[in-house]
């Protein structure tokens, strides 16, 4: 079955650094559209990054020169590397694979940012 598996989340300082990892499988990962969503305590789940097949990106506002979406087909692994980090960006992270409406989700990992 189809699996997406987060990791690489913790607790870092404001302006700290971060590089997330899903790693996808029982999927054909090169065809699905990623994406990075969040959910802060509290709060609705938000989009904060997608990468298409094709590798064209796009982010959230909040996010923009700070974070940056990748894919690796070959590994089948989806990464954002997360800099400058800020308290507000405290949330479990999730990935999401979408394809033709039919779409996964991962289990999320948690980012805490503070001092």
């Known amino acids: 079955q189809v699996q997406l598996v987060e990791s690489g989340g913790g607790l870092v300082q404001p302006g700290g650094s971060l590089r997330l990892s899903c790693v996808a499988s029982?999927?054909?990962?090169?065809?699905?559209?990623m994406a990075w969503y969040r959910q802060a305590p509290g709060k609705q789940r938000e989009l904060v990054a997608t990468?298409?097949?094709?590798?064209?990106?796009t982010y959230v506002d909040s996010v923009k020169g700070r974070f940056t979406i990748s894919r690796d087909n070959a590994k089948n692994t989806l990464y954002v590397q997360m800099n400058s980090l800020k308290p507000e960006d405290t949330a479990v992270y999730y990935c999401k694979a979408r394809r033709l409406g039919v779409v996964y989700w991962g289990k999320g990992t948690l980012v805490t940012v503070s001092l």
């Open positions: 990468i298409s097949t094709g590798g064209s990106t």
């Open positions: 029982g999927l054909i990962f090169s065809a699905y559209v």
